[in-house]
């Protein structure tokens, strides 16, 4: 089974990497392609980025990711209560985010994944970030599954 291979940079627009997130989860239950469309993102943090501060980053994302937790239970015990955003967006990650998509279409589905191929480069949250699909003869191959298979 060949797989193809599209990488997406998002840069630091996570809500684009949710909304492509979101896309592809209608995708992969509309046309039934569970195993066949596999993604992973890979977030570079700031935390990352600068490892001087490391001990103290990682104490203030727990925090972030405490409050994150309290506020979504605040929000759905309110029921309809709209919350003020404005402090909760200082807490989300600032780093870049990239998205792996891995496409394994047996031999006898080449009409799905050639669908699948025009489809995704045309779609919203994929067309702004010019796209191109890496099969296994492109060189760029080797290094996309590696980085793919290393990612969680």
Do not use: C
């Not at 684009?16 to 992969?28: I, Y």
């Not at 066949?36 to 203030?60: C, P, Q, T």
């Not at 807490?91 to 995704?120: C, Q, W």
Request: net charge negative; hydrophobic share 30%.
């Amino acid at each position: 089974m060949a797989h193809i291979y599209f990488s997406f940079d998002f840069g630091t627009d996570e809500e684009k990497a949710q909304q492509a997130r979101h896309k592809l989860e209608m995708w992969k239950q509309a046309f039934r392609l569970d195993k066949k469309m596999l993604y992973k993102f890979e977030r570079e943090s700031d935390a990352e980025a600068s490892s001087e501060d490391g001990a103290g980053k990682s104490e203030e994302t727990e925090k972030a990711a405490n409050r994150a937790k309290t506020s979504k239970a605040a929000k759905s015990k309110s029921h309809g209560k709209k919350k003020d955003d404005a402090d909760g967006e200082g807490d989300a990650p600032t780093g870049n985010v990239k998205l792996y998509l891995r496409l394994a279409f047996s031999g006898h589905e080449k009409m799905t994944e050639e669908r699948l191929l025009k489809k995704i480069p045309s779609e919203e949250p994929f067309s702004e970030l010019s796209p191109k699909a890496v099969k296994d003869q492109d060189a760029e191959f080797g290094e996309l599954e590696a980085k793919f298979d290393s990612l969680d």
